[in-house]
């Protein structure tokens, strides 16, 4: 009797002890916001700022998340700071956060140089990168703070790199792969191609010329202006515009129309 007894336990135990763990794998624990993630967002970050209040709590929520996922790694400094992760966290967040399962998974580790660095590859001095070899994104932080100075110049570099890496995670086998939708994703090769002509013919054109080096760089740079320059972009290149609104699953013109009413 009392080994049967012991069994029933045992087996009801574990029993819970399973129902707790799939719990936990479905549902991740909620864990309360930190307070000074909020204060950095509100004092930094445009995007957060026009976001309606309820918007704003899935935006802290996510940047939490992005930020536990993440290993930030100090190059050249002592230590990356609180607001460093935050503000690079939001960069991401903003550029997925119609995407609401995308971390960016793949690039578990960020390295931020307090200024340009110098790559013993490219011979060069870089502002940022993204390597998907080693699931790394590299960030000058002095140019992440000036592209984050003037929410309307279309220079961000936290945009740009993060956008380089949106395109190389939707391609890599993992479980975040494919999650932008093949259709748009042609349509927007077709309508980006004939832009880049255009750029490499050296017709004037709203993007920088930068964006004509290749695909990849047109879609960062077209993120850029996609946040930026919204009211132009969808003036000149309507039908980029509304792809990329599709391929993000969000509309930058919106949160700039609530902010002119508010
Ligand atoms: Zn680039």
Redo the contacts with the bound molecule.
């Keep these: 009797m009392h080994i049967g007894f012991g069994v029933f336990f045992l087996c009801a135990g574990s029993v819970g002890l399973i129902l707790w763990y799939l719990k936990s794998k479905s549902e991740p624990a909620v864990i309360p916001l930190n307070p000074a993630y909020r204060k950095i967002l509100q004092k930094n970050c445009t995007y957060y700022r026009q976001l309606p209040s309820a918007r704003k709590s899935a935006f802290e929520r996510k940047v939490q998340r992005f930020i536990m996922l993440k290993r930030f790694v100090p190059r050249q400094l002592t230590h990356v700071t609180v607001e460093m992760k935050v503000l690079i966290s939001a960069a991401a967040v903003q550029l997925t956060f119609g995407l609401p399962n995308v971390y960016l998974r793949h690039f578990r580790t960020i390295l931020v140089y307090p200024d340009t660095y110098y790559s013993t590859i490219s011979r060069k001095y870089h502002k940022?990168?993204?390597n998907p070899a080693w699931g790394i994104i590299v960030l000058s932080w002095r140019n992440f703070v000036e592209g984050l100075a003037n929410p309307n110049d279309s220079i961000n570099l936290g945009l740009?790199?993060m956008?380089?890496a949106l395109r190389l995670e939707n391609m890599i086998r993992n479980a975040e792969h494919g999650f932008l939708n093949e259709k748009l994703m042609s349509r927007w090769e077709i309508l980006s191609l004939r832009e880049l002509s255009k750029i490499r013919k050296g017709e004037n054109h709203f993007f920088r010329d930068?964006a004509g080096?290749d695909e990849?760089?047109f879609f960062?740079?077209a993120v850029e202006n996609f946040f930026e320059r919204p009211v132009e972009f969808q003036e000149q290149m309507p039908d980029l515009y509304r792809v990329l609104c599709q391929i993000l699953n969000q509309d930058p013109l919106l949160l700039y129309s609530h902010r002119k009413a508010s």
């Design positions: 940022g990168e993204v740009h790199e956008a380089h930068y080096a990849e760089e960062a740079i």
